[in-house]
């Protein structure tokens, strides 16, 4: 969605303000309601409680067209939301009978590695959605190069010159982390049963890599794919609307090239590989 930088400081400031969800029912955890939709009417008010100009979406009790474009967009990300996400994430059981399929199919070999989640005791079992990231993978691309798991920043340099060293590690590159095709991120959690900060800190470390990437693609021109993986029904629909809806936005604003939820792995993951292998060989 191509949109001014002001579209998404509105969103930004009109979602916080108004609210990503509704108020969650008695004993539901916070961020258990409906998503929220908001009237061009809802965000003239809340403009002007936050002393920012109504006239923006509202004049003379009508939406601008301003106004228009802000209520399509929050109906299109709670519809998203709503019937395309939902449906695609993943509980710890539902993640394992996917991994077990995969896993027999494929037999990894050591050179495609399946991390153990961080877990201990009973819950200690490998990391399910790395793992089926990484066997997708490994099954589209074969024996060809990548870096499953990179122990260093991402760098990308022309004429052996760095221009650009990310902040961070990302937990995939591929062929390499030095002048990546694709990069990925992987955020699952499904033995949370709280949302904290650390789950939260994971959606805005994505949107620093992104803010990096795309300035280096607008300065340089220099493009590296950028796709974020995230699965765990609870932790997201049930604990985390407002940060599904964050990674809506990051998406419309070309921060992220595609986010994949839960189950769509099986089918996304090779096709991007096989992408992202043409794309190297040129």
């Not at 122990?151 to 961070?168: D, E, H, I, K, N």
Request: proline content about 6%; charged content about 25%; overall charge neutral.
């Amino acid at each position: 969605m191509q949109q001014p930088a002001s579209f998404w400081a509105l969103v930004r400031s009109l979602s916080e303000g108004l609210g990503y969800t509704q108020r969650a029912p008695r004993g539901e955890p916070k961020g258990a309601g409906p998503l929220k939709t908001h009237t061009a009417k809802d965000m003239a008010h809340e403009l002007t409680r936050q002393g920012l100009d109504p006239r923006l979406v509202l004049l003379d009790d009508k939406p601008t067209e301003l106004g228009k474009q802000l209520e399509q967009y929050f109906i299109y990300r709670a519809q998203v939301l709503n019937d395309l996400v939902k449906p695609n994430l993943m509980d710890v059981a539902e993640a394992k009978a996917l991994f077990d399929k995969v896993y027999a199919r494929v037999n990894p070999p050591a050179t495609c590695p399946i991390p153990n989640n961080k877990q201990s005791d009973e819950k200690r079992a490998p990391a399910y959605l790395t793992g089926l990231v990484n066997m997708l993978i490994y099954e589209a691309i074969g024996d060809a190069r990548c870096n499953y798991s990179p122990s260093q920043l991402t760098t990308f340099t022309r004429q052996g010159v760095p221009l650009r060293t990310l902040a961070r590690r990302v937990d995939g590159a591929f062929p390499s982390v030095v002048n990546p095709v694709a990069v990925w991120e992987i955020k699952e959690y499904y033995y949370t049963t709280t949302f904290g900060s650390r789950v939260a800190d994971g959606v805005y470390e994505t949107l620093l890599d992104g803010l990096e990437l795309d300035e280096l693609h607008k300065k340089e021109g220099v493009r590296a794919e950028h796709v974020l993986i995230v699965d765990a029904r609870y932790t997201w629909w049930v604990c985390g609307k407002s940060y599904l809806c964050r990674m809506i936005d990051m998406l419309n604003m070309g921060l992220v090239s595609e986010i994949i939820f839960g189950r769509e792995v099986e089918e996304r993951i090779p096709v991007l590989a096989r992408e992202w292998l043409a794309r190297a060989a040129r």
